[in-house]
C-alpha cells in the first residue's frame, strides 16, 4: 500500500456531482481506497450520463460505459435533497456513515 493508499484508506466522500469532472475525482479516490457515496436525485432520473451511450453500444444495460466509467467502484443512493428528508438523510450519512 503507498502513502495515497493510506491516505484514502477509511476516508470517506459524499459525491453530489454528475457528468464527467466530478464523478472522475469520485472515481479516482475510490479507485485509491476511499468509501465513495455517490447521490442522485431520483427527480431526474439520476445522472444524465447513465443513456449517454456512444455510436457502438448496445441499449439492453441500465447504465452506459460513459457512466461506468466514471461511478466504478462506488456506492449509489436516490436521494432528493431539494427535501428536509432527503438532506436529513444525506447527514446521516455524512456523519455517521452509511450503516
Not at 476516508?11 to 479516490?29: C, D, M, R, T
Not at 485509491?32 to 431526474?44: C, L, M, Q, W
Not at 435533497?81 to 455517521?96: H, K, L, P, V
Amino acid at each position: 500500500m503507498n502513502q495515497f493508499h493510506e491516505l484514502c484508506y477509511g476516508l470517506k466522500i459524499i459525491e453530489l456531482a454528475s457528468v464527467l469532472a466530478g464523478p472522475s475525482v469520485g472515481a479516482f479516490f475510490a479507485e485509491f481506497g476511499a468509501s465513495v457515496i455517490k447521490i442522485e436525485n431520483p427527480r431526474t432520473s439520476g445522472d444524465v450520463t447513465r443513456s449517454w451511450r456512444t455510436a457502438g453500444e448496445q441499449g439492453d444495460s441500465d447504465i452506459s460505459a460513459y457512466f461506468a466509467s466514471v461511478n466504478f467502484g462506488k456506492q449509489s443512493l436516490a436521494l432528493d435533497i431539494s427535501q428536509q428528508q432527503g438532506r436529513d438523510t444525506e447527514w446521516r450519512f455524512a456523519y455517521r456513515g452509511s450503516r
